[in-house]
């Protein structure tokens, strides 16, 4: 009983076959390395950024900083306002005319901000 395929066919089906594994063995070896250099592309990028962030304990002391220079300005608010009050309570009266006209004075610019907007 004869095959279907004679041996000559069966040897360039096999040589072909060979061929295709050797092509597949060639493309995994060039994709195993891209992969390699892509990892170690990936590593050296994390490790500068992991070198380019500041460490914790600048990030502390730029914490502190902001901090102690917002008790500052609060301390320098909380003194302004105490301030304030003591000219009001030593001088109601001028302190009321003083509020009244800061508020007309606001109330003719609100005003003339509406008509310009309006026109």
Not at 78 to 84: D, F, I, K, T
Not at 91 to 96: D, H, K, L, Q, V
Not at 106 to 110: A, D, E, I, K, P
Not at 112 to 119: I, K, P, Q, V
């Given at each position: 009983m ?6 000559s ?11 295709i594994?050797?092509?597949?063995a060639?493309i ?5 390395g891209?992969a390699g250099?892509?990892?170690d592309?990936?590593r050296?990028n994390?490790?500068q950024?992991?070198a ?6 600048s990030?502390?002391?730029a ?13 320098q608010a ?7 009050r003591?000219?009001?309570?030593q ?6 005319a003083?509020a009244?006209?800061i508020?007309?004075l ?5 005003g ?8």
């Open positions: 004869s095959s279907w395929l004679g041996s066919k069966k040897k360039d089906v096999a040589d072909e076959l060979e061929a594994r050797g092509e597949i060639s995994a070896h060039r994709v195993s891209i250099l892509t990892g592309r990936l050296s994390v490790a950024l992991r380019s962030l500041p460490d914790g304990d990030v502390a002391r914490t502190d900083t902001a901090m102690d220079q917002g008790r500052y300005w609060l301390d909380s003194g302004g306002v105490r301030e304030a003591a000219v009001v309570q001088n109601p009266t001028t302190s009321i003083i009244a006209g508020g007309f606001v109330g003719l610019m609100v003339a901000s509406r008509g310009e907007e309006e026109g």
